[in-house]
Structures are given as C-alpha cells and as structure tokens.
C-alpha cells in the first residue's frame, strides 16, 4: 500500500497567531515546503458523527482574499458533493450559493 503525507508548518507569534504557515506533500513535485497564507481542514470523526474543523489564517491575509477563498472552497464542496453522493440538489444549491456569494464579493471589490 502507498502512503502519502502532508504537513503543515505554522509559525505563531507570542500570542499564538499565525504569522506564516507552510506546507508539504510527500507527492507534491517541489520538494520545498510551499507558503500559504490559510489553511482549512474538516476531518469525519465517524464515531462521534460530527465533523472536526481547523482553519488558521496568516495574520496579514487579505480579508477579500480570505472570502474569496471561502468562495472557492464552497464550490469545491459542491463538486465533492457530487462525486460522493450523486446528489445534484445539493450541488447545486452550494454552486447557487456560490454564485450569490461571489457576486457580493465583487461588490466588494469594487466599492473600494
């Protein structure tokens, strides 16, 4: 069986906030850990039934980057969803969601 790591690096300041955050993959083509300025990561406790949330952010993040990439993740669930499940409805309330949360965003945006 093949085995695949990931590993994330993150440094904090004195009152543990995180002023970088680094990340490797054993598959990754770079052998070099890659900077990110956040990270978010849902794990399936099956025994408790509920889901496990970490997300950590630089503290010089962008805040339109940061809904941006909320955004983005939203509509990365929408497909996951459908390869999972099948479920159309649900992909696609998740895409319409995205869609009225992106448009919201660039008003963002362009307002200044």
Known sequence: MKKS????????????????????????????????????????DHQQRNTLRMDLWSKDMPLLDMKRFYVDMLGGLAQSVLNATGDTVMSEEINATCERLSQHVKKEFAQG
Do not use: C, G, R, Y
Request: aromatic share 8%; proline share 5%; charged share 25%.
């Open 5 to 44: 790591e990931i590993n994330f690096t993150i440094a904090l300041d004195n009152e543990n906030i995180p002023e970088q955050i680094h990340w490797h993959a054993t598959d990754k083509d770079s052998p070099e850990a890659s900077e990110t300025k956040s990270v978010s990561i849902s794990l399936w």
